[in-house]
């Protein structure tokens, strides 16, 4: 069909998009009705049906004015109804005001809505942005501003003249539904708690604004990508997947295979057994304690299999720290469940590291973006970013999590600014949106615990899928604590020699670091010890100076290595703690958290091979902790814990591994830490002194005060929160890094060479997306150093892509900060 439509009925149609292939237009109120039935869909998990319906319905009215119409047809190349073709930029056109003004001004005349005569303007004014500001930090009511803006420039009034009839009878019947606001209070009172205090309500309650949110911002972006593409939207799974019953005989089906040849397995399978148990009970909270190397990968997925058929739940989530973790899970986890050639994909991964390569089907990319997969794999930024992050696109898939088994793996790695508001959410997700969360780990926060206690989980809502800890952990126990950190500070030389003794002696060591520079040091001292001694022992190094392809091919050497039963050796920071698995028989560990530590002891005798392991902790002379206050906090709560133990073991049941030690533990880390669980928010995030992301997501009192001294009184809103500027100024992870890409393989080398060789307009997407594999997160000082080397260079003037000259990055130890390499140890691009 040509772009040059004549025909007057089509000409004059308000167009909401065009697909350019066939030349199809998608009119306004077609697109509007779409989105209500599939907001409504989306929020009828939560009982919000019907606000979700009608800000669907509503969201973008002002497409039916001259102006857009005439923006959208000129930018396609259409006739225009005014004859003119003039190209206006993108987001010129205001369309998403005119739906939420004459939401506010429709409701605010009805008595008796309070919630939603704020809350579905606000989110139908947000959905091509975030959710804005109610109150900004300075006072200016940015709610009111948006209703109150010149109707002129939202086209309001000619937008209400331009309604169908039977349009605008569907929105007056739809907003004089008494279950409109009915709905809203019933699941305000069903999420609210008896330890909640005015705060933790009023943080609740932007909660489900974002929920809600999520459900119209996913469903407007589904219904115009399906219309821009057909096939997606045949394709599109749209929650139609594969029974549980299916899933559950295939896990069934495979553990029945395993066999128990020692009782390790043995231990292992009653945990299984357990979690089979325990998933009949009603959605809630569980917690899954189980020793490192218990098997929980599998147990926690037999836990949710037969939870998730038991309550007809929609998905299972696992939500884990290291994107290392995602992979190897993933892979052990889709071996079981997908076994049918043919069948649509089961697990899906969402994570930064993920190679597009393996993306399966064709159209993976576009599930991903609101995890539209029964299995999803993510990471706990990605969890992070969907309740708190800037931008549309996390926030569309928090719906998902709704009816939904959600499994923390390691919860332990949760950000301690992140308490408070992860443990809300928790407890919202649970009350209403009728979802399970399984906290799962060999080292359990005491979330329950923290201060206030209207900001922690409950204890008696927790059920424990594992009650008798203490007996599970001396059932596992196969690792015996050396303790050599009483007054000895260790050099690195002197290290290297123990580690290369014990390596006689026991075939395999691994030693773990709290730096990078501590590793590579102890990892050139023991190479050195052994050419000079002729030693056939195999030394590998590990860091994330190495880019993931890197890491991941090392660790496959070395579990070759303890395979073959050839003596070996890993220098690693902690990177292979949590998640890996791997066996040594001897591990030397640099003082760090009782957590981190209890990690290192995981990958220890992990399989019980033999009677008993040996883990020895040290302290390193000159070690720099000053930027790594996690690390540093913890270390100096498990030098005090050491103390006790050694003073009276009996309190923590003869054994520094202990699920008694590790409470301990947590009671005096949480403590210490206790002021810093609410988010604090630097000066430079220009909300005020003493402001944390916590209070601009609640009551706002910053904010409010500063209306207050504008105003002379205070707001007249029941949502008074921050949302935006809280979303900017939140990260789930230190971001002040940036991505080099590194020549390792011929991989790396192709990737860095196809992306000097793009000419201008050229687009890089794909190329990027597979140079993840193949580049290492530096941080400013790190980028200063290479810079003053002439180390970085630039694919493409003006690109901002950087890559690494060959002569920096080693086979052995990834990339060099200083010095040009010198050796056949290089790469050679």
């Keep these: 069909m040509s772009k040059q439509i004549h025909d007057k009925e089509q000409t004059n149609q308000f167009v909401a998009h065009y697909r350019r292939e066939d030349g199809t237009i998608q009119d306004v109120w077609s697109h509007l009705a779409n989105v209500s039935d599939r907001a409504a869909a989306n929020a009828s998990k939560i009982s919000l049906q019907e606000p979700a319906s009608l800000c669907g319905l509503v969201h973008d009215l002002g497409k039916a ?22 190209r206006m930029g993108r987001g010129s056109i205001d369309h998403s005001t005119a739906g939420a003004q004459w939401l506010y001004q429709h409701l605010k005349a009805m008595p008796g809505n309070v919630l939603s005569r704020q809350l579905l303007p606000l989110i139908t004014a947000s959905h091509h942005s975030e959710l804005i500001d109610c109150l900004a930090p300075d006072g200016e009511n940015r709610f009111l501003e948006r209703m109150d803006k010149d109707k002129l420039r939202t086209h309001y009034d000619e937008v209400m003249t331009n309604l169908p009839d039977d349009f605008k009878e569907k929105m007056y019947l739809k907003a004089a539904d008494p279950a409109l606001e009915q709905s809203l209070h019933l699941v305000i009172n069903k999420v609210m708690e008896a330890e909640d205090d005015r705060v933790t309500r009023a943080f609740k309650l932007g909660l489900l604004t974002r929920m809600l949110f999520s459900t119209l911002l996913d469903a407007d972006r589904v219904d115009t990508i399906d219309h821009q593409n057909p096939t997606v939207a045949l394709q599109r799974p749209d929650g139609q997947y594969i029974s549980w019953i299916t899933l559950t005989q295939r896990l069934e089906a495979t553990l029945s295979q395993f066999t128990v040849t020692n009782d390790i397995d043995r231990y292992r399978q009653q945990v299984s057994e357990r979690c089979r148990e325990m998933a009949t009970q009603e959605p809630g909270v569980f917690r899954l304690t189980v020793p490192t190397g218990g098997g929980k990968t599998l147990a926690s997925l037999r836990f949710a299999l037969h939870h998730a058929q038991q309550h007809q739940m929609d998905r299972i989530i696992y939500v884990v720290p290291y994107t290392a973790i995602i992979d190897q899970n993933a892979r052990t986890i889709r071996n079981i469940l997908e076994t049918e050639a043919g069948e649509p994909a089961i697990v899906m991964e969402h ?99 923290v201060q206030p206690a209207s900001r922690a989980l409950s204890s008696k809502a927790i059920s424990e899928i594992t009650p008798d800890v203490k007996a599970l952990f001396q059932q596992f126990k196969r690792v015996k604590v050396n303790d050599e950190t009483h007054g000895n500070y260790w050099t690195h030389e002197v290290l290297a020699g123990k580690i290369m003794t014990a390596a006689e002696t026991t075939a395999s060591v691994l030693a773990i670091f709290n730096t990078k520079k501590d590793a590579a040091l102890v990892y050139d001292a023991v ?51 949590a998640g890996v698995d791997i066996d040594f028989t001897t591990v030397f560990r640099a003082l760090a958290g009782l957590d981190s ?47 006790e133990y050694h003073n009276n073991p009996g309190d923590f049941d003869e054994d520094l591994l202990s699920a008694k030690a590790m409470n301990r533990y947590y009671e005096y880390y949480f403590y210490q830490r206790q002021s810093e669980m609410s988010y604090p928010l630097p000066r430079s995030a220009g909300v005020g002194n003493d402001s944390c992301l916590f209070d601009l997501l609640a009551e706002n009192p910053q904010a409010v005060g500063a209306y207050q001294r504008i105003n002379g009184q205070s707001p007249d809103m029941l949502l008074r929160q921050s949302f935006q500027t809280a979303a900017k100024a939140f990260q789930a992870i230190d971001k002040s890094t940036q991505g080099v890409i590194v020549p390792y393989g011929e991989e790396g080398e192709r990737i860095i060479k196809s992306l000097c060789g793009l000419s201008p307009w050229d687009s890089p997407g794909e190329l990027l997306k597979l140079s993840q594999q193949y580049a290492v997160n530096c941080y400013a000082h790190e980028l200063n150093r290479l810079v003053a080397e002439g180390a970085l260079h630039e694919t493409t003037q003006g690109s901002g892509i950087y890559y690494l000259n060959g002569r920096h990055y080693s086979r052995e130890k990834g990339l060099q900060l200083q010095g040009a390499l010198q050796t056949m140890d290089t790469m050679t691009f």
């Design 597 to 643: 530590i209890q990690q290192a002891a995981g990958r220890c005798n992990r399989h019980g091979k033999i009677s008993q392991g040996q883990l020895f902790l040290f302290q390193l002379q000159n070690e720099n902790l000053s930027r790594l206050t996690d690390i540093r906090e913890g270390k100096e709560v498990t030098l005090r814990l050491l103390n």
């Design 351 to 449: 994570h930064s590291n993920l190679d597009p390569r393996r993306e399966v089907p064709d159209n993976d990319h576009f599930w991903t973006q609101n995890w539209d997969a029964p299995v999803v794999l993510t990471t706990m930024v990605q969890f992070l970013e969907s309740f708190f992050g800037s931008g549309t696109g996390p926030v569309r898939r928090l719906h998902q999590m709704t009816r939904a088994v959600i499994i923390f793996d390691e919860i332990q790695s949760l950000p301690v600014r992140c308490t408070h508001m992860v443990n809300l959410a928790i407890r919202f997700l649970v009350k209403a949106c009728h979802s399970t969360v399984v906290l799962c780990t060999a080292t359990q926060p005491l979330l329950e615990a």
């Design 65 to 86: 004015s001259q102006a857009f119409n005439d923006y959208i047809r000129s930018a396609e190349g259409l006739p225009t109804t005014s004859g003119t073709q003039q």
């Design 527 to 577: 190479d050195d010890i052994r050419n000079e001694t002729g030693s056939e022992t195999k030394v590998f190094h590990l860091s994330t100076h190495m880019c993931p392809a890197h890491r991941r091919q090392i660790l496959e050497d070395v579990n070759q290595c303890l395979n073959e039963k050839k003596p070996v050796i890993c220098i690693s920071t902690q990177l292979i703690e």
